[in-house]
């Protein structure tokens, strides 16, 4: 394999890894949430859309 598509792979790869604390605090603060939450058909769309950046 040449080393520019090793070098490319291996950059974004790295990048995942270096996001994946930021995901799993995402997913820690929904699964709170969701188990402080009512679910009704009136706020699924905002459950949804809570945590997502503006």
Known sequence: MPDEIFCALFENAYGQVER??????????VNEESTTWKISPKNVGKKRTVFLPI
Do not use: C, E, I, P
């Open 20 to 29: 994946g604390k930021a995901l799993l605090d995402l997913r820690d603060a």
